[in-house]
């Protein structure tokens, strides 16, 4: 009696019982309504491989992607005063911030960060439209100041990914302050002779498209990104008119001269670094695999001559073959 409760019936209910299957295993394409595999989604940096529609992506998910390696190092931004205006709508300004860290895990709506792409070293600052919108408020301003003024120290071109709904209403005219705030930080690069390409992703509007995502000296979207000031519905109602077919729409903008290209995620790293490398004056990338990142403990200044060393073993061992 024992061993067919301890160990038949169990064995009979593990076969017949029903398995879990964990939620966020399977992905559905807003687009055209494919279910995706999760991984081969994340492996298409999140682009769905039946249509080709550009999903979200996070701000970290991008640089690892963007940056050799994957690997980058964070660029800190100064704290700006909580709730200056002690907003609330149906929920506090504090209680809405909470719930959108808790839904990114990230402290707020731009990440800033250093690192190479194609061995070329530059900074990277990109929005995150999961983050309230990736509204503009201070901590946004003050991201792109602190991304634009490490670029002119370290000497190096700033690539900036946009995605917002705006300026953030819950900081009132602190947030519209940005706009010239973040004009004056791009006009810093500018008289440094450092090169600021804009990423535009899906969606760009409102004050951030009439500040620094349109202040580019290369500007590039994502397809059918949607890249507006007001938009379509607002302009429709406003005009009493319909508008053209993928009017603000990325390829749209490309054929009227406000964007310089239109490229997929998936080739977006390879555009940069042709692109940035061009800009400097560079030679093209050099193709194959990069080298291993040095060790922290490693003293970069003893580098080139433990090369050179193990140059020179292999060549004695060479002679004596």
Not at 34 to 61: K, Q, W, Y
Not at 184 to 205: F, R, S
Not at 276 to 305: C, F, S, V
Request: charged fraction near 25%; glycine fraction near 8%.
């Amino acid at each position: 009696m024992n061993w067919i409760t301890n160990y038949v019936r169990p064995r009979i209910n593990s076969i017949f019982s029903r398995r879990e299957v964990p939620e966020n295993l399977w992905s559905k394409c807003d687009e055209c309504g494919t279910m995706l595999f999760h991984r081969e989604l994340s492996d298409n940096l999140n682009v769905c491989t039946n249509c080709g529609h550009h999903m979200a992506i996070t701000p970290r998910d991008r640089f690892r992607a963007l940056f050799d390696g994957g690997i980058f190092a964070e660029i800190s931004v100064p704290e700006p005063l909580a709730d200056p205006l002690h907003f609330r709508d149906q929920k506090k300004y504090p209680d809405r911030m909470k719930a959108a860290q808790k839904l990114t895990g990230e402290k707020e709506a731009m990440l800033v960060a250093t690192g190479e792409i194609g061995r070329t070293p530059i900074v990277a600052a990109a929005q995150d439209f999961s983050f309230m919108g990736g509204s503009m408020g201070m901590y946004v301003g003050n991201a792109i100041i602190a991304a634009a003024q490490e670029a002119v120290k370290l000497k190096r071109p700033l690539i900036l990914f946009s995605a917002a709904g705006g300026a953030r209403m819950q900081e009132g005219i602190l947030s519209l302050m940005q706009m010239p705030r973040t004009t004056v930080a791009v006009q810093m690069l500018k008289e440094a002779g450092l090169p600021y390409i804009v990423v535009l992703t899906h969606p760009t509007t409102g004050g951030v498209t009439a500040s620094y995502a349109m202040l580019g000296d290369v500007h590039i979207a994502e397809p059918n990104a949607l890249i507006c000031f007001a938009g379509p519905r607002v302009i429709e109602q406003t005009i009493r008119e319909k508008l053209p077919e993928g009017f603000q729409r990325a390829e749209y903008l490309l054929d009227h001269g406000m964007l310089d290209r239109v490229t997929p995620r998936t080739e977006m790293r390879a555009e940069l670094i042709s692109i940035t490398r061009m800009l400097l004056g560079l030679p093209p990338e050099i193709k194959g695999d990069l080298p291993a990142p040095e060790q922290d403990g490693e003293d970069e200044g003893d580098a080139p001559a433990a090369r050179t060393a193990k140059a020179a073993t292999a060549k004695d061992a060479a002679k004596k073959g």
